[in-house]
């Protein structure tokens, strides 16, 4: 349901472990409302494999789906860049231009492509450089204590990539709030909401402390609907942003993904809401 405000140019981003994630694509794939299926991204953690009498899954998928064609997808943003190997470095990046700046080369169907070393190359699909927050000891400086925080790099990357400055991120399952966070730090607005209790006031608390001015709408009690015509189906979070700037998150909470609004201020959850404060 939250896909039916997905901005025109809007990404959902579903984010679940190996035992839902294989049905829940089964299920959206083909579905009007939540659009085209256009790629997943592998996140690992860092956390180590455990089982012994099976095989160890070590991984996270989010599932990225797009109401159109034509979707936002930042590809030169520094968050979506990854440095050369060294030894790529060494081979193919010995020509420098005038300013100074090492670059290689290569022609195409006779068209002259440019790739300079200090830009990175694009990052690929499997990301193992945002580790979770019990898997490396110096993320513990942004631990709120939210059984299912995220860490700010990863969902920073996810905002940064799929939304535009001043674009609107929606995320109605918050969690802990590191969506809304680093969507402010990045000059998105904001709208997340929670069922949960502590969710909420760990997310004010994080909001505070951060110095991000919100708009606090305490709503409905749990179990009553609040949401611009629409209520998320568990399992489902949004990213919104608006139609001539949309864009796309994923969310914190004990599930997450993704949709986009075109409202400024659309609540697409159930219960009491955050949003930027403009």
Not at 219 to 248: H, L, M
């Amino acid at each position: 349901a939250a896909a039916t405000v997905l901005a025109p140019h809007g990404t959902l981003w579903l984010h679940l472990d190996h035992r839902a994630v294989h049905e829940a694509k089964v299920r959206l794939d083909g579905r009007a409302a939540v659009g085209r299926f256009v790629g997943e991204i592998i996140w690992v953690p860092g956390n180590g494999a455990k089982a012994r009498a099976t095989l160890s899954v070590t991984h996270q998928t989010l599932l990225v789906f797009a109401k159109g064609p034509r979707f936002v997808w930042n590809v030169d943003d520094p968050a979506l860049r990854e440095p050369y190997a060294e030894t790529s470095l060494a081979m193919h990046f010995s020509t420098r231009d005038e300013e100074g700046r090492r670059y290689r080369e290569r022609i195409v169907n006779g068209r002259v492509y440019r790739y300079y070393a200090d830009e990175g190359r694009l990052r690929g699909s499997v990301w193992t450089d945002c580790p979770a927050m019990v898997a490396n000891t110096p993320l513990r400086a942004e631990t709120t204590g939210y059984p299912t925080q995220k860490p700010k790099k990863l969902l920073d990357r996810i905002v940064r990539g799929a939304s535009r400055p001043g674009g609107l991120v929606v995320d109605p399952f918050c969690g802990s709030g590191t969506t809304l966070e680093v969507a402010a730090a990045a000059g998105r607005a904001f709208v997340g909401g929670d069922l949960g209790d502590l969710a909420l006031a760990t997310t004010r608390a994080r909001l505070d402390a951060a110095g991000v001015a919100y708009i606090y709408n305490d709503g409905p009690a749990a179990g009553e609907t609040a949401a611009a015509g629409e209520t998320a189906a568990a399992g489902e979070t949004a990213a919104a942003d608006r139609p001539a700037a949309a864009g796309g998150t994923a969310a914190d909470g004990p599930a997450a993904g993704g949709t986009a609004a075109d409202r400024p201020g659309a609540a697409v959850a159930a219960g009491r809401s955050v949003s930027a404060r403009r």
